[in-house]
């Protein structure tokens, strides 16, 4: 019965370097979201998978951020190159379906920082 | 420009205070809903409002939803130190599938 975990909890990178952020979604949920919260901000959509349809990318600030979800499960948000403004806590959700107002269960998220 | 205006963006009260925070756009939701976040953690939903006029309480916390659909309130009566954290509204949009688009939250401080 866990809850959405995440990892790592913290990531410190340099300016142009990669990053795997991974989700582990709650068991049988079939919908996972991605989201980007600055300080103290509300969260800004990213992408959310459900079941075995395309991804909703329509969120993805540009194209060094990508995701994916394997099995129906695990999902892995990469962002490539990354920049000081990718600096952000990167949560993710899952839910049982992306039924609208479906309760979305939430990660602890990761804080990213890029030096 | 913001989907979900949220106000106020900051609120600091004393215990024992009541208080107010408003979501409101110009957009129809589906549904809307209020979740509470803490430091260090992922928000957690307090509740799911989906039609026009509803109100829900939740101990100490009420939550209306705008007749129209358009917009959420969410009044804290006799707030507590524990009542300290983030608010946020989320909704989806009649226009958005099932997309949820969060305000960008109240920060909510309680004094003892």
């Known amino acids: 019965g866990a809850g959405v975990s995440q990892s790592p909890s913290n990531k410190v990178t340099e300016k142009g370097k990669d990053v795997e952020l991974r989700c582990d979604p709650i068991?049988?949920?079939?919908?996972l979201y991605w989201y980007r919260q600055s300080l103290g901000q509300g969260l800004e959509f990213l992408i959310y998978?459900?079941?075995?349809?395309?991804?909703?990318k329509s969120g993805l600030p540009s194209d060094r951020f990508s995701a994916e979800r394997t099995g129906g499960s695990v999902s892995t948000l990469t962002i490539q190159r990354t920049q000081q403004e990718d600096s952000a806590v990167y949560l993710c959700?899952?839910?049982?379906?992306?039924?609208?107002?479906?309760?979305?269960?939430f990660g602890p998220g990761t804080r990213l920082t890029v030096l | 420009t913001q989907l979900l205006e949220q106000s106020p963006q900051f609120l600091s009260i004393q215990e024992g205070e009541n208080l107010t925070v408003y979501c409101n756009s110009s957009?129809?939701?589906?549904?809307l809903q209020w979740y509470r976040q803490e430091p260090g953690e992922g928000p957690v939903l307090l509740v799911t409002v989906v039609t026009g006029g509803e109100v829900k309480k939740l101990k100490r916390l009420t939550f209306q939803f705008g007749d129209a659909r358009k917009d959420s309130s969410l009044h804290i009566t006799a707030a507590q130190p524990g009542d300290t954290g983030l608010y946020l509204c989320a909704g989806v949009a009649e226009t958005s599938g099932s997309r949820l688009t969060f305000g960008e939250g109240t920060q909510l401080t309680v004094n003892p």
């Open positions: 957009s129809v939701f589906s549904s």
């Open positions: 959700a899952s839910s049982w379906d992306a039924t609208t107002g479906n309760e979305q269960f």
């Open positions: 998978f459900q079941g075995n349809s395309a991804p909703d």
């Open positions: 068991s049988g949920h079939t919908a």
